[in-house]
């Protein structure tokens, strides 16, 4: 039977609740103290350094969501699902529990004045930006680092997957951080050389993380300004997750650098969430919608876009699109190509 609007609009309203009891989850280890089997409640409670009365409430909780199971003699277990809120698991999501649970939950509470000015509503919650909170609360940066690098490792591995790399021979990943996409391709393709270009305090990480990957033969770490310049010299340049952080105005200035930069031959690579040219009335809230709301709440005029608005957008700075790979995640690869000019 179809769900009456009152239900609908009930389940909206209450759905902070099972995102608060994964946060407590997360936040509890609950999932750290189970790993080697059950538990009593009163184990738990003492595990998780908690008192037992509320552990038996959150249990109760825990358990209708699927994410945990208790049997006749009390006993508590890990579903498929609750194992992944564990800390050292494979596919762990505990940092994104514990972000999108704390500080993202906050500024998603202050949504109707970022609505109202245009200003994230994280900096009204916590009084500053965004990655100035996260440089002096490092329990919030670690977790925010560790859900961009696990949201990371699914649409790389797809990327690389699906586009045809035939013919490059260098690649510049711009903004590439700690160089996790660069790496994969290399390490996929290892007749190609690359390097990571990201702000100097940044590729610090991306060095370590290239020796311990043993690619540090094959990609180099430049620091500076994607604002300023780029160095020249590569054929194919990626920007994965960059575009969507700036107005139209900054990716303007990327995009020159880009331009710039790249041989009269070369490539860009696009990847990010596509906006859908027209919204479609679902049950659910669709992933680019929602990560576009994300990043009004958090990031003020930082926005995702339609592939109509990449085309405008590249078109504007002297590309054009050559191919679009739609990926299982829900990203996609723009492949754009340089205009003669």
Same mark, same amino acid.
């Given at each position: 039977?179809? !769900?009456?609007?009152?239900?609908?609009?009930?389940?909206?309203?209450?759905?902070?609740?099972?995102?608060?009891?994964?946060?407590?989850?997360?936040?509890?280890?609950?999932?750290?103290?189970?790993?080697?089997?059950?538990?009593?409640?009163?184990?738990?409670?003492?595990?998780?350094d908690a008192q037992p009365g509320p552990m038996r409430r959150l249990v109760r909780g825990l358990a209708s969501v699927g994410l945990v199971e208790v049997d006749s003699d009390d006993r508590v277990s890990l579903t498929e699902t609750g194992a992944l809120l564990g800390s050292d698991v494979?596919?762990?999501?505990?940092?994104?529990?514990?972000?999108?649970?704390?500080?993202?939950?906050? !500024?998603?509470?202050?949504?109707?004045?970022?609505?109202?000015?245009?200003?994230?509503?994280?900096?009204?919650?916590?009084?500053?930006?965004?990655?100035?909170?996260?440089?002096? &609360?490092?329990?919030?940066?670690?977790?925010?680092?560790?859900?961009? *690098?696990?949201?990371?490792?699914? =649409?790389? +591995?797809?990327?690389?997957?699906?586009?045809?790399?035939?013919?490059?021979?260098?690649?510049?990943?711009?903004?590439?951080?700690?160089?996790?996409?660069?790496?994969? =391709?290399?390490?996929?393709?290892? &007749?190609?050389?690359?390097?990571?270009?990201?702000?100097?305090? =940044?590729?610090? +990480?991306? !060095?370590?993380?290239?020796? %311990?990957?043993?690619?540090?033969? %094959? #990609?180099?770490?430049?620091?500076?300004?994607?604002?300023?310049?780029?160095?020249?010299?590569?054929?194919?340049?990626?920007?994965?997750?960059?575009?969507?952080?700036? &107005?139209?105005?900054? #990716?303007?200035?990327?995009?020159?650098? #880009?331009? +710039?930069?790249?041989?009269?031959?070369?490539?860009?690579? =696009?990847?990010?969430?596509?906006?859908?040219?027209? *919204?479609?009335?679902? %049950?659910?809230?669709?992933?680019?919608?929602?990560?576009?709301?994300?990043?009004?709440? &958090?990031?003020?005029? !930082?926005?995702?876009?339609?592939?109509?608005?990449?085309?405008?957008?590249?078109?504007?700075?002297?590309?054009?699109?050559?191919?679009?790979?739609?990926?299982?995640?829900?990203?996609?690869?723009?492949?754009?190509?340089?205009?003669?000019?």
């Amino acid at each position: 039977m179809q !769900a009456t609007p009152r239900e609908q609009l009930s389940e909206l309203l209450f759905g902070f609740m099972p995102a608060q009891l994964v946060h407590a989850m997360a936040r509890l280890q609950i999932a750290d103290q189970l790993a080697d089997g059950p538990l009593t409640v009163a184990e738990l409670s003492s595990a998780a350094d908690a008192q037992p009365g509320p552990m038996r409430r959150l249990v109760r909780g825990l358990a209708s969501v699927g994410l945990v199971e208790v049997d006749s003699d009390d006993r508590v277990s890990l579903t498929e699902t609750g194992a992944l809120l564990g800390s050292d698991v494979r596919g762990s999501m505990r940092d994104m529990a514990l972000h999108f649970g704390s500080e993202a939950f906050s !500024a998603w509470g202050k949504l109707d004045h970022s609505v109202r000015t245009g200003e994230p509503g994280f900096e009204v919650v916590f009084d500053e930006p965004f990655f100035s909170y996260t440089k002096h &609360n490092p329990e919030a940066g670690a977790a925010f680092d560790g859900t961009m *690098t696990r949201m990371s490792q699914g =649409v790389i +591995a797809q990327a690389v997957a699906a586009y045809d790399f035939v013919g490059v021979t260098k690649i510049l990943d711009v903004g590439g951080g700690r160089g996790h996409f660069v790496a994969a =391709v290399l390490e996929a393709h290892p &007749n190609l050389e690359g390097a990571v270009f990201d702000q100097p305090h =940044v590729v610090e +990480a991306a !060095a370590d993380y290239l020796s %311990r990957s043993e690619l540090g033969d %094959r #990609c180099v770490v430049i620091g500076g300004s994607f604002f300023e310049s780029l160095p020249s010299g590569f054929d194919l340049h990626i920007l994965k997750w960059i575009l969507h952080d700036w &107005n139209d105005e900054s #990716c303007g200035k990327i995009l020159a650098s #880009c331009r +710039a930069a790249l041989p009269a031959d070369g490539r860009l690579l =696009v990847v990010e969430r596509l906006l859908p040219e027209e *919204t479609v009335t679902s %049950r659910t809230l669709q992933p680019a919608i929602a990560s576009d709301l994300n990043m009004l709440a &958090n990031f003020g005029d !930082a926005v995702e876009r339609s592939l109509a608005d990449y085309e405008r957008l590249l078109r504007d700075s002297g590309f054009s699109l050559a191919e679009v790979i739609a990926l299982q995640s829900g990203f996609s690869v723009l492949d754009f190509r340089p205009q003669p000019s």
